[in-house]
């Protein structure tokens, strides 16, 4: 019985070495970070928990411009102007317009982040050489978000109408035609859902029970996943089957979720920056991509919104929570 997706790393083995040269004694190392999570968030916090493990300690040998926390929007071209008067030695990013943001106001200033593609949204030039101030993770969000829509398809066995709750400028429209395309290919509609702001969602969720959908997947998108709470609580009140991005989101109450650890891509992020840190370029630092993906149920939810989930896919889950 399968039950776990394991996928090469591209650009590298996981176990790649993270000196290019040990931390100076007596430097002050200055990180910057643009974040659309506060930094208390588990995904912060395990970013910072790993360098520390690599001995880089915010407060001590690492100072952090914290001002780009809970990051909105509106909020990123001030942000990264008053960044700029005092540029970090690396900046970290976690959605591909913080990045594009950090580029143009610091075009010398290196920089880790994460991106849907990072290839396809042309922020480096090849996975295994990026060639410019920008490297990261590859997310395999497209992907990803398609392997969803099948699982939901199998949790709702004889669903017509099925919805995409996604963020406005999160995901390109080739991409939710190609999932609206397959999920024709199986006599299933799929409708598309966007927001552009936390407000936005609980119409939205709202406008997705009347249109008569009968299960959600809610796309990869650094909104919907600082306001996750809410978007599981919305499912969960008008009983609609949702599947979610991060095993974690499940762990949370979410009906089901598929793809890599937030926690594990966030330790695999700081690593990165620690080879930035110690020296290596971003133009030779090869992008890199998850390896492990865990699908996680959770059927306490499932007995709150009355919903049976098929036991096949029960079996081969990796987790249950129950």
């Not at 002050?28 to 974040?35: A, D, E, F, Q, T």
């Not at 099948?150 to 109408?161: Q, S, T």
């Not at 969960?236 to 095993?247: D, G, K, S, T, V």
Request: glycine share 8%.
């Amino acid at each position: 019985m399968r039950r776990r997706e394991f996928m090469t790393l591209l650009g590298g083995a996981t176990a790649w070495p993270l000196a290019a040269g040990a931390q100076e004694a007596g430097r002050i190392y200055r990180l910057g970070v643009l974040s659309p999570g506060p930094k208390a968030a588990p995904f912060n916090a395990a970013f910072f928990d790993e360098l520390r493990v690599f001995g880089f300690v915010d407060g001590m040998n690492l100072k952090v411009n914290g001002d780009g926390f809970g990051l909105r929007d509106e909020q990123l071209a001030e942000t990264v102007t008053a960044m700029a008067k005092s540029p970090p030695d690396v900046i970290f990013c976690a959605a591909v317009a913080h990045m594009r943001a950090a580029q143009e106001a610091m075009p010398a200033v290196p920089i880790v982040g994460l991106a849907t593609d990072m290839v396809a949204t042309g922020l480096v030039k090849s996975l295994a050489r990026p060639g410019g101030n920008i490297t990261g993770i590859s997310l395999f969000s497209p992907e990803l978000n398609g392997k969803r829509q099948d699982i939901m398809i199998e949790a709702v066995p004889g669903a017509r109408r099925m919805a995409m709750l996604a963020e406005a400028t999160g995901t390109e429209p080739q991409q939710l035609k190609a999932l609206q395309d397959a999920g024709r290919a199986r006599g299933i509609e799929i409708a598309i859902f966007t927001i552009r702001t936390p407000e936005e969602i609980a119409p939205a969720t709202n406008e997705i029970k009347a249109s008569g959908a009968a299960a959600i997947n809610v796309l990869s998108s650094p909104l919907l996943y600082v306001n996750r709470r809410l978007v599981i609580e919305r499912a969960a009140a008008l009983r609609l089957p949702a599947i979610y991005e991060w095993p974690e989101m499940a762990e949370e109450g979410g009906l089901i979720a598929y793809g890599a650890r937030l926690s594990g891509i966030s330790r695999q992020a700081a690593r990165m920056v620690i080879k930035v840190l110690r020296g290596t370029k971003p133009a030779v630092i090869a992008v890199e991509q998850p390896t492990n993906f865990e699908m996680v149920i959770n059927l306490k939810t499932a007995r709150a919104i009355a919903h049976e989930i098929p036991a096949g896919l029960v079996l081969r889950a990796d987790k249950i929570i129950d």
